[in-house]
């Protein structure tokens, strides 16, 4: 890896839920090669807290509805409590981790989503100039690993609850004109499977062309279409790579072992 590279890595729930799991995720994260980002939500923690403050927790198809005592809970949780417990563990292992929220540094807008049918409450949709590359660029330069929460904020004083994956793409596209940069998220498999009930049949790369066939054949479909779309869109817009694998086998791309599934122009 050059000086000039950058891996962005989102974690999900099923790794800040489970602290043996975030402790050898941090491991593995702290040992890749050259500057890195990690973007992060808040897994079950929120959930768990609303609850024991006394405050229902509402999703509408898997999205959180962020009302004014949600926002709180969510603020307290991802930009506190997750945020700075991974920030701690990476200084433990010699990263010089900074926490960090959109709000800090301006580094990340949004604008709260409109009501259509559905009030999302104080919920942010990133649009294009939202993220501060020079801002992040300059902390990645000054030594620092920024590790963003999934909070934005709107330049008015007001935060807003920001899906994760949605941050960790807009990073991607945005420091892909200063850095040559990677996009991993990290989820539960060990990658795009050819057989769902078969762990071991991570397709190793997919291209556009062949992203194609896989869906006529409708090998890739439902719930991993999104994922698969916005990758591809990332690339289109100067994102090298992006590589989707299970956060136990992060540590196979400082060894040279295949890792997930890798989403690039050409295979």
Not at 17 to 27: A, I, P, Q, T, V
Not at 42 to 64: N, P
Request: with cysteine; charged share 20%; proline share 2%.
């Amino acid at each position: 890896m050059t000086a000039n590279t950058l891996n962005i890595i989102k974690i999900g729930g099923n790794v800040i839920d489970n602290s043996e799991n975030l402790y050898h995720f941090l491991k593995d994260f702290k040992d890749l090669d050259g500057y890195k980002i990690l973007v992060h939500g808040g897994g079950k923690i929120a959930t768990q807290v609303s609850e024991s403050l006394g405050i229902e927790a509402r999703m509408i198809d898997g999205r959180r509805i962020t009302d004014v005592e949600t926002l709180r809970v969510v603020t307290m949780v991802y930009g506190g409590l997750v945020n700075k417990n991974i920030v701690a563990q990476l200084q433990r292992f010699g990263t010089n981790a900074i926490g960090l929220t959109g709000a800090d540094g301006n580094l990340i807008k949004a604008r709260k989503r409109p009501v259509k049918t559905i009030d999302y409450g104080f919920v942010g949709d990133l649009f294009d100039g939202s993220i501060n590359s020079t801002g992040i660029a300059s902390l990645l330069q000054a030594g620092f690993t920024p590790v963003f929460s999934a909070l934005t904020h709107d330049g008015e004083g007001q935060l807003l609850n920001t899906n994760a994956d949605t941050i960790a793409s807009a990073l991607a596209v945005a420091m892909s004109g200063l850095f040559e940069t990677t996009l991993i998220y990290c989820f539960e498999k060990k990658g795009v499977l050819m057989d769902v009930n078969d762990d071991e049949s991570v397709i190793r790369e997919i291209d556009p062309a062949r992203y194609e066939d896989l869906k006529i054949q409708q090998i890739i479909h439902s719930g991993m279409l999104p994922k698969l779309d916005n990758a591809f869109t990332a690339i289109a817009c100067g994102v090298k790579a992006v590589v989707i694998g299970r956060s136990d086998d992060l540590g196979n791309i400082r060894e040279n072992k295949p890792f997930g599934t890798r989403l690039s122009k050409n295979t």
